[in-house]
């Protein structure tokens, strides 16, 4: 079964459960995959679900952000609900060491030495992590700390 259709039979699952929260959360995930679809002009794969559910993870963690600066705890642990929503239709996240060794590869891979070669590096580094659900941040991070950046 596709993500697309696993989030509309969940979809019709919480309305019968009355699980507004997560009703809200999957039409919020479904509108999104239909925008999508709608932009790019033919059904999507997983592999596009997983980068819109990406997206979605990551306006999350933004709003969270905002909210806690701005002393609304109360919204930023309802969109910290819906992180965890959206993120139960994502693969496991890479584990540190996944990204650790897939920095390495690619800095062997790519000749870097500096810490102006990141662009480089992190292209190759994220495509070897590539359905792994790895963390552009996190990536980074590690990119810059191999290359003393």
């Known amino acids: 079964m596709s993500l697309i259709e696993q989030v509309e039979k969940d979809l019709v699952a919480a309305m019968k459960a009355q699980e507004a929260l997560k009703l809200s959360v999957l039409r919020m ?9 709608i932009e ?3 059904p999507l794969g997983d592999p596009e679900a997983i980068a819109v559910f990406r997206s979605l993870v990551k306006q ?18 309802k969109e910290a609900a819906e992180i965890k929503i959206v993120e139960s239709y994502l693969p496991a996240a ?3 060491e996944e990204i650790a060794a897939a920095v390495e590869a690619a ?22 992590l590539a359905g792994k659900n790895a963390d552009g941040k996190r990536v980074n991070e590690r990119v810059r700390a191999k290359l003393g950046g």
């Open 94 to 96: 890479a584990s540190e």
């Open 29 to 37: 995930m479904k509108a999104a995959l239909m925008n999508k679809k």
């Open 60 to 77: 999350r963690h933004d709003s969270v952000e905002a909210f806690r600066k701005g002393g609304r705890d109360d919204l930023a642990d």
């Open 107 to 128: 800095i062997a891979e790519t000749g870097a030495t500096s810490p102006k070669d990141p662009g480089k590096v992190m292209k190759a580094a994220m495509a070897k």
């Open 40 to 42: 790019v002009g033919k």
